[in-house]
């Protein structure tokens, strides 16, 4: 007898006491919610009972008779009807009794496997472990076992003793595979984990074909974080499983290798950890470290902590791949020391320092980064004298995670320079580096304000993304990242507005959860909104079709339909994100997040012209001069993006006519500008334009002709140079 028939006959044995208790009403929508009924068939069937009592007697007809509308019920049905149940205690809680006291104890041993702990890897071994325990019982014929109920029933239990006393396998979970008297166990078990709904109808009902695709793959990781969500549970019960891991199953095993697709088990992962208010990340963390100390397979523990920190870093915990990849050096430095001079352990180092850099960069670390940087250059030229290469795709995925580093100091060139370097390297096959090698390019050459090539390149790398690795895809979304950044600095017009939300959108269904990469759409999509009020006529449009989606967000936009609170809205949201991943103390990653919002306050104070009581310009100014603060101590007081933030502060009291304050604040950012670019800069030129313009206000002419003279002087020696090239 397999699971579901053993399930439905504790039904049909608890019939009558289902029908008398349950209440209709009450558990159709949770049900239908729960795709354990259909919402057409079923609920016309139930409703038509004259009575509460013949409603509830159709209901369990629902759950016992199969039907073609049922083809999407959940194979844990009645684990899922179980938790429903449980949800009333005060109401149900003797009938739950009821049913887990119910054993059903003529079960097929021979064939019986659970679904939820088993998969094709492991089927061999189960079937090997069960004809093990269960030969006698085979060996026993139909005739035999009915003449023999009391001998049967006490093997029965032995064997149920047997099972809960098996040495545990953490990779394959024998312990849980066998069925039959041991079945009471696994139903006692209850999980929290709930179907996004939202998001699971809004890919049913899409019409586009990578949308379908995407709910297969999200029913799949569903269905892994309940088994997980299971073991957990389980692990806690059983006290012969107490001093085992989580982090060391086999279903943990696939779910790191699995890179593609493991953005998907983000948003179950976050519930998870919520649910039971433990942070499982931290927990995988430590059981990592201590495998690290206290086992003999350093190589293949190394091999996994980098899958682990890959996994944590695309979930946006920095400081835990921090961690990681610290205890990774620390133990292969320890091999190092032991005369242990193979290859593989020197490569293992330069991984980690190249990992190190990524985490640095996100903390704002530029000074660790570029020290970093300098190690993993030692190790490499080290390696070279002994005649060991470093394989391309590790030098490739170096020069990708320089190539940021160099964007975060404002070297630029630099940023460019290695983008190319990691591109002639790169497997034409690593489709995701490569994404990652033409992103960091676009934002070099978009900061350099070289227009038609960041344009090439940023629709380049979005048609590539949605290729190699589809729209579903968090590369295709930070692909469409790029090209919004673009677009904010270079079109500014309706069809900015229209490809900001479009990304938001998708990044919506892809994460399917308030992700950072979630909230950095909301930020673009805010500065897009921000541009598009403040400019009343288009100056470019891409004319390429990027997105396939037939909806129009932004119809025959004017300046005057725009709402400043649409801005704030998602310049706000971005923050609010941000604060719950980060925490409100974390005062440097929130640091982009605040200057948004800041930039925001400062455009509705500009275009409204109705804040009387200086709430929104104290707000600003308040977050502005706590950016001020963050990046004079991150990347010093002589830097770009300290200059930015005294440029945002001069635009801000130029919205309130403070024209003292706001030519203080441009000279100053004019300043660190020369010190910090060259004087054909872009962003030097049109800071220089900003204060003539600004003396222009003033009807300062004699400051507005200079200011406009050094600008016309700047681009003579640039057009002179290029034609000298």
């Given at each position: 007898?397999?699971?579901?028939?053993?399930?439905?006959?504790?039904l049909?044995?608890?019939?009558?006491?289902?029908?008398?208790?349950?209440?209709?009403?009450?558990?159709?929508?949770?049900?239908i919610?729960a795709?354990?009924?259909?919402?057409?068939?079923?609920?016309?069937?139930?409703?038509?009972?004259?009575?509460?009592?013949?409603?509830?007697?159709?209901?369990?007809?629902?759950?016992l008779?199969?039907?073609?509308?049922?083809?999407?019920?959940?194979?844990?049905?009645?684990?899922?009807?179980?938790?429903?149940?449980?949800e009333?205690?005060?109401?149900?809680?003797?009938?739950?009794?009821?049913?887990?006291?119910?054993?059903?104890?003529?079960?097929?041993?021979?064939?019986s496997?659970?679904?939820?702990?088993?998969?094709?890897?492991?089927?061999?071994?189960?079937?090997?472990?069960?004809?093990?325990?269960?030969?006698?019982?085979?060996?026993?014929t139909?005739?035999q076992?009915?003449?023999?109920?009391?001998?049967?029933?006490?093997?029965?239990?032995?064997?149920?003793?047997?099972?809960?006393?098996?040495?545990?396998?953490?990779?394959?979970?024998?312990?849980?595979?066998i069925?039959?008297?041991?079945?009471?166990?696994?139903?006692?078990?209850?999980?929290h984990?709930?179907?996004?709904?939202?998001?699971?109808?809004?890919?049913?009902?899409?019409?586009?074909?990578y949308?379908?695709?995407?709910?297969?793959?999200?029913?799949?990781?569903?269905d892994?974080?309940?088994?997980?969500?299971?073991?957990?549970?389980?692990?806690?019960?059983?006290?012969?499983?107490?001093?085992?891991?989580?982090?060391?199953?086999?279903?943990?095993?696939?779910?790191?290798?699995?890179?593609?697709?493991?953005?998907?088990?983000?948003?179950?992962?976050?519930?998870?950890?919520?649910?039971?208010?433990?942070?499982?990340?931290?927990?995988?963390?430590?059981?990592?470290?201590?495998?690290?100390?206290?086992?003999?397979?350093?190589?293949?523990?190394?091999?996994?902590?980098?899958?682990?920190?890959?996994?944590?870093?695309?979930y946006?915990?920095y400081?835990?791949?921090?961690?990681?990849?610290?205890?990774?050096?620390?133990?292969?430095?320890?091999?190092?020391?032991?005369h242990?001079?193979?290859?593989?352990?020197?490569?293992?180092?330069?991984?980690?320092?190249?990992?190190?850099?990524?985490?640095?960069?996100?903390?704002?670390?530029?000074?660790?980064?570029?020290?970093?940087?300098?190690?993993?250059n030692?190790?490499?030229?080290?390696?070279?004298?002994?005649?060991?290469?470093?394989?391309?795709?590790?030098?490739?995925?170096?020069?990708?995670?320089?190539?940021?580093?160099?964007?975060?100091?404002?070297?630029?060139?630099?940023?460019?320079?290695?983008?190319y370097?990691?591109?002639?390297?790169?497997?034409?096959?690593?489709?995701s580096?490569?994404?990652?090698?033409?992103?960091?390019?676009?934002?070099?050459?978009?900061?350099?304000?070289?227009m038609?090539?960041?344009?090439?390149?940023?629709?380049?790398?979005?048609?590539?993304?949605?290729?190699?690795c589809?729209?579903?895809?968090?590369?295709?979304?930070?692909?469409?990242?790029?090209?919004?950044?673009?677009?904010?600095?270079?079109?500014?017009?309706?069809?900015?507005?229209?490809?900001?939300?479009?990304?938001?959108?998708?990044?919506?269904?892809?994460?399917?959860?308030?992700?950072?990469?979630?909230a950095?759409?909301?930020?673009?999509?805010?500065?897009?909104?921000?541009?598009?009020?403040?400019?009343?006529?288009?100056?470019?449009?891409i004319?390429?079709?990027?997105?396939?989606?037939?909806?129009?967000?932004?119809?025959?936009?004017?300046?005057?339909?725009?709402?400043?609170?649409?801005?704030?809205?998602?310049?706000?949201?971005?923050?609010?994100?941000?604060?719950?991943?980060?925490?409100?103390?974390?005062?440097?990653?929130?640091?982009?997040?605040?200057?948004?919002?800041?930039?925001?306050l400062?455009?509705?104070?500009?275009?409204?012209?109705?804040?009387?009581?200086?709430?929104?310009?104290?707000?600003?100014?308040?977050?502005?001069?706590?950016?001020?603060?963050?990046?004079?101590?991150?990347?010093?007081?002589?830097?770009?993006?300290?200059?930015?933030?005294?440029?945002?502060?001069?635009?801000?009291?130029?919205?309130?006519?403070?024209?003292?304050?706001?030519?203080?604040?441009?000279?100053?950012?004019?300043?660190?500008?020369?010190?910090?670019l060259?004087?054909?800069?872009?962003?030097?030129?049109?800071?220089n334009?900003?204060?003539?313009?600004?003396?222009?206000?003033?009807?300062?002419?004699?400051?507005a002709?200079?200011?406009?003279?050094?600008?016309?002087?700047?681009?003579g020696?640039?057009?002179?140079?290029?034609?000298?090239?």
């Amino acid at each position: 007898m397999d699971r579901d028939n053993a399930n439905a006959t504790r039904l049909r044995v608890n019939r009558i006491a289902l029908i008398q208790q349950i209440d209709t009403q009450e558990l159709i929508p949770k049900l239908i919610r729960a795709h354990i009924i259909s919402p057409d068939h079923d609920v016309q069937y139930i409703n038509q009972g004259t009575s509460r009592i013949d409603r509830a007697r159709r209901l369990i007809d629902c759950l016992l008779k199969k039907h073609p509308d049922h083809a999407n019920r959940p194979a844990n049905w009645f684990l899922l009807f179980r938790s429903i149940l449980l949800e009333n205690q005060s109401v149900y809680n003797d009938l739950v009794t009821a049913l887990d006291n119910t054993i059903i104890r003529a079960p097929n041993l021979t064939h019986s496997k659970s679904y939820l702990f088993t998969n094709r890897s492991n089927v061999s071994q189960v079937n090997e472990h069960q004809d093990g325990i269960n030969q006698d019982s085979i060996q026993k014929t139909q005739q035999q076992q009915n003449n023999e109920p009391k001998k049967n029933l006490t093997t029965i239990n032995n064997y149920q003793h047997h099972i809960k006393n098996i040495e545990f396998d953490r990779y394959v979970m024998n312990k849980v595979v066998i069925e039959g008297s041991f079945q009471k166990v696994i139903d006692n078990l209850t999980y929290h984990s709930q179907i996004p709904e939202h998001l699971f109808d809004q890919l049913s009902h899409s019409t586009n074909a990578y949308d379908h695709e995407q709910l297969y793959t999200e029913q799949k990781f569903f269905d892994n974080m309940c088994r997980i969500e299971l073991l957990i549970n389980l692990i806690k019960q059983e006290k012969s499983l107490s001093n085992q891991n989580i982090f060391d199953t086999e279903i943990i095993d696939l779910l790191l290798d699995d890179t593609l697709h493991q953005h998907h088990f983000y948003k179950y992962f976050f519930s998870l950890s919520s649910i039971y208010g433990i942070h499982y990340d931290q927990k995988f963390v430590y059981a990592l470290k201590d495998s690290l100390n206290t086992q003999n397979n350093i190589l293949n523990i190394v091999e996994k902590g980098f899958l682990l920190n890959q996994f944590l870093y695309n979930y946006g915990r920095y400081e835990l791949c921090q961690q990681i990849i610290e205890s990774i050096v620390q133990s292969l430095t320890k091999l190092v020391k032991q005369h242990n001079q193979k290859s593989i352990i020197w490569t293992y180092l330069f991984r980690g320092c190249c990992a190190l850099v990524q985490t640095h960069n996100q903390s704002f670390q530029i000074q660790q980064a570029w020290a970093r940087i300098e190690a993993a250059n030692e190790i490499a030229d080290t390696l070279k004298t002994t005649g060991i290469e470093i394989p391309n795709n590790e030098y490739a995925w170096f020069y990708s995670v320089i190539s940021q580093t160099a964007y975060e100091d404002a070297n630029f060139d630099a940023c460019i320079q290695y983008s190319y370097k990691g591109l002639k390297l790169v497997d034409k096959n690593n489709h995701s580096l490569i994404i990652d090698l033409l992103c960091s390019l676009t934002h070099g050459l978009t900061s350099k304000w070289i227009m038609n090539k960041a344009q090439a390149t940023a629709l380049m790398t979005v048609q590539y993304a949605a290729k190699y690795c589809g729209r579903n895809s968090p590369k295709y979304i930070h692909a469409l990242q790029q090209l919004v950044q673009y677009s904010n600095e270079f079109i500014q017009d309706p069809s900015s507005v229209e490809l900001a939300q479009y990304t938001l959108d998708r990044a919506r269904i892809v994460y399917g959860y308030e992700s950072l990469t979630v909230a950095h759409c909301h930020r673009a999509l805010s500065k897009s909104l921000i541009n598009l009020a403040s400019i009343a006529n288009s100056r470019r449009k891409i004319q390429d079709p990027l997105f396939d989606d037939n909806f129009n967000y932004y119809p025959n936009i004017t300046t005057k339909d725009l709402s400043s609170s649409e801005y704030l809205y998602h310049a706000h949201e971005a923050f609010r994100i941000a604060q719950d991943w980060f925490g409100v103390e974390d005062r440097i990653r929130l640091f982009p997040f605040k200057m948004s919002l800041a930039h925001a306050l400062q455009a509705h104070i500009s275009i409204n012209l109705s804040d009387k009581n200086n709430t929104y310009f104290e707000d600003a100014m308040e977050l502005l001069n706590d950016c001020l603060s963050i990046a004079q101590d991150i990347f010093g007081s002589m830097s770009f993006k300290v200059a930015q933030v005294h440029r945002l502060q001069s635009a801000t009291y130029l919205s309130k006519k403070m024209y003292n304050e706001a030519e203080r604040e441009l000279n100053i950012c004019l300043q660190i500008y020369k010190l910090c670019l060259p004087p054909n800069s872009f962003h030097y030129l049109v800071t220089n334009a900003s204060l003539g313009l600004l003396y222009k206000q003033q009807q300062n002419y004699e400051q507005a002709l200079i200011s406009f003279q050094n600008i016309a002087e700047s681009l003579g020696k640039f057009f002179f140079i290029i034609i000298q090239l």
